[in-house]
């Protein structure tokens, strides 16, 4: 496996690739990588010819109070995991590598980016869209792999690939929970054992939901009310939204009367977690 840290060596190592006529996967990440990512990773193995990660702490979509210099790091091991999971080439840049001094041009998103998280962290999908876009343009795949774990996130990059025209399938794959249920993330580890037991409460809530409307339940207000009802018995967690939106706009539905995505973003102490599921009568999705 290589690791990269130009975008000139991704690219005409990416040219070798194609002028072999292999397929190449992407899957974008922020680094210290769990098994979320490394279902992605093993995903990506089989579906390609060859697969690049990238590892990168995109300063431009953390906004100024947020957690930028605490986000944990470990290159080393994400190397090991990259490498034994099936990675070709790791993709390491430094900010200066993908930002080159006034810097100024930006991918933004309407609509889909204002509710969920965007409506806390306005500067948020802007990053995401311009450094996928970016990572897009460098390593030029045939298919990127995002987990449903960032839903919206998910949402964002599809909507975007169809507005822009761009040529790369976008792959979404099922959140991979810790025994208990609680979603891995890095971020899982600034909670204290007490906030980890506590941090359980976020499946459960959704858990609740979703029953209700395996149950037939389908006002947004009373399964909302469920999920949050679950939230509010943890006296650690302090809910930042409960919502229920169409799954494919991202818009408030007052009525789960089409795939609904089921979306939670609570704090346990200063840690910000989200988790969600998709809803949809018949099969039923992650
Ligand atoms: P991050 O490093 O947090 O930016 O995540 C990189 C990619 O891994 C994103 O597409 C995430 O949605 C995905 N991911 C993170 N955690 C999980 C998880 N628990 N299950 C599945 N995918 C995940």
Partial sequence: MKVSTTIAEVR???KEWKRQGLSVGLVPTMGYLHEGHQSLIARAARENDRVVVSVFVNPIQFGPSED????PRDFERDCTLCEKTGADLVFHPEASEMYAENFCTYVDMDRLTKGLC??????????V???????FHIVTPDRAYFGQKDAQQL?????????LSMDVEIVGCPIIREPDGLAKSSRNTYLSP???????VLSQALAEGRKALAEGERSAQAITGIIRGVL????????????LVDWETLEPVETADRP????????????RLIDNFVFEEGPECN
């Fill in 155 to 163: 949402a964002v990059i599809k909507r975007m690939v169809r507005d």
């Fill in 129 to 135: 869209c311009t450094v996928v876009s970016k990572l």
């Fill in 232 to 243: 509010e018995s943890e006296p650690l967690a302090q809910p930042e939204y409960v919502e």
């Fill in 118 to 127: 965007g409506a806390s962290r306005p500067v948020h999908f802007r990053g």
């Fill in 194 to 200: 007490q906030e980890r037991r506590a941090a359980v």
């Fill in 260 to 271: 609904v995505l089921a979306a939670i973003a609570v704090r346990i102490g200063t840690t």
């Fill in 68 to 71: 930028l210099e605490s986000y």
């Fill in 12 to 14: 005409s190592q990416v």
